[in-house]
C-alpha cells in the first residue's frame, strides 16, 4: 500500500468552527488532491497541489483552503464549517507524469451538526 | 457538475453473469483510468488506457479507449461477490489533474 496517512478518520464539529484535515504521504510525490465523496456526485475535486507552496483550485473549492508547506503534508482547512460541507475526504497522490496512477488514502469522515 | 458522464448508476446482477458499464465526456482527452472503490476504502486503480482503440485486459476486466477519444467501456467477466464497489472513469486534464466521473455501484447476488 501507498504510504497515506489521512487525519483524524472520523470527525464531528459545529457549524461554524475551523477545521483543518491532514494529509501525510512517505513517498515523495509531486501531487496531492483533496476530494470530497457524495452519494450521486462521486469524487470531486477540492483542491490539488503540483508541489511545495504550488496549490490550484478544483471544481468545489468554495469554503476550503490548503497549505502544503512541505512535500509530504497536504492540508485542506474549512475556513467556518457548514452542514453542506459533511463529506467523506479522501486524499491522494501521484508521482506526475508520465505515471497517471494516484493512490488514496482511507478517507476521513466528517460530519458538521 | 460532472465533465464524465457514467452509466449505468447502479447495477444488480446475479453472479456470473458479465458486467458492462461506459462513460462519455463532451471532450476529447488522452487517458483514460478506470478505478474499483471497495466498500469503507479508498479507489484503487484497475486499469489506464492511454491511446485510442486500445484495448486492454487486466484479469476478467477488460476496458477499452474509443475511437473518438471520448468515450470508454469496462467490462467485467463472470462477476463474483468481491466485484461489489463502485467503479469510476477518470481522466487527466491539464496540470495533471484527476477528474472522475459520478460512478456505477455494483451489486451481485449470490
Known amino acids: 500500500d501507498a504510504g497515506i496517512t489521512q487525519s483524524p478518520r472520523h470527525k464531528v464539529t459545529e457549524t461554524g468552527t475551523p477545521v483543518t484535515l491532514r494529509c501525510h504521504q512517505t513517498?515523495?510525490?509531486?501531487?496531492m488532491y483533496w476530494y470530497r465523496q457524495d452519494p450521486g456526485h462521486g469524487l470531486r475535486l477540492i483542491h490539488y497541489?503540483?508541489?511545495?507552496?504550488?496549490?490550484d483550485k478544483g471544481e468545489v473549492s468554495d469554503g476550503y483552503s490548503v497549505s502544503r508547506s512541505k512535500t509530504e503534508d497536504f492540508l485542506l482547512t474549512l475556513e467556518s464549517a457548514t452542514s453542506s460541507q459533511t463529506s467523506v475526504y479522501f486524499c491522494?497522490?501521484?508521482?506526475?507524469?508520465?505515471?497517471?496512477?494516484?493512490?488514496f488514502g482511507q478517507g476521513t469522515r466528517l460530519t458538521v451538526v | 457538475g460532472q465533465q464524465l458522464n457514467q452509466s449505468p448508476q447502479s447495477m444488480f446482477i446475479q453472479e456470473g453473469e458479465d458486467v458492462s458499464m461506459n462513460c462519455t465526456s463532451s471532450?476529447?482527452?488522452?487517458?483514460w483510468l478506470w478505478y474499483k472503490q471497495d466498500p469503507g476504502e479508498g479507489p484503487v486503480l484497475l486499469i489506464a488506457?492511454?491511446?485510442?482503440?486500445e484495448l486492454t485486459s487486466n484479469g476478467r476486466l477488460t476496458a477499452q479507449f474509443g475511437i473518438t477519444r471520448k468515450d470508454s467501456f469496462l467490462n467485467i467477466s463472470a462477476s463474483i461477490p468481491s466485484d461489489v464497489g463502485i467503479y469510476f472513469c477518470?481522466?487527466?486534464?491539464?496540470?495533471?489533474?484527476?477528474?472522475f466521473g459520478a460512478g456505477t455501484i455494483l451489486r451481485v447476488k449470490s
Open positions: 491522494a497522490i501521484s508521482a506526475g507524469p508520465p505515471n497517471t496512477e494516484a493512490f
Open positions: 488506457l492511454y491511446k485510442a482503440g
Open positions: 513517498e515523495n510525490h509531486r501531487y
Open positions: 477518470a481522466k487527466m486534464e491539464y496540470g495533471n489533474k484527476l477528474v
Open positions: 471532450s476529447i482527452f488522452n487517458t
Open positions: 497541489s503540483y508541489g511545495v507552496k504550488d496549490t
